[in-house]
Nanobody, 125 residues
Framework: VQLQASGGGLAQPGESLKLSCAAS????????IGWFRETPGKEREGVSCIASDGNTVYADSVKDRFTISRDNAKRMWFLQMNNLQLQDTAVYYC????????????????????WGQGTQVTVSS
């Protein structure tokens, strides 16, 4: 059972990146999945979650800029990040939800229980 995030890199403010997460060893059907990010010295932050029925939730800090999607057949999910800002710099981790996606107000809570290696996103001018 493994999750592998990829797609991170260096971007300038206003640019876009797309993260991918590949799952192996289990099916995505029926489970909620998402992303969180971590920056040294800052609290870990839930970024986005997509439920098994396709409903999505976003942290206020990324709403209207990031889009989460999933492809159950390929066992992958994605995070399209547009209009990147300096404060988006972090290591991004894909994760599975303990039970279900949180509400937007609870995105900072630990709603995830399994994640893999992260991918670094650096936004710098």
């Amino acid at each position: 059972v493994q999750l592998q995030a990829s797609g991170g890199g260096l971007a300038q403010p206003g640019e876009s990146l797309k993260l991918s997460c590949a799952a192996s060893g289990f099916s995505l059907y029926g489970i909620d999945i998402g992303w969180f990010r971590e920056t040294p010295g800052k609290e870990r932050e839930g970024v986005s979650c997509i439920a098994s029925d396709g409903n999505t939730v976003y942290a206020d800090s990324v709403k209207d800029r990031f889009t989460i999607s999933r492809d159950n057949a390929k066992r992958m999910w994605f995070l399209q990040m547009n209009n990147l800002q300096l404060q988006d710099t972090a290591v991004y981790y894909c994760a599975t939800a303990v039970r279900s996606c949180p509400t937007a107000a609870n995105m900072r809570n630990r709603w995830y229980d399994f994640w893999g290696q992260g991918t670094q996103v650096t936004v710098s001018s």
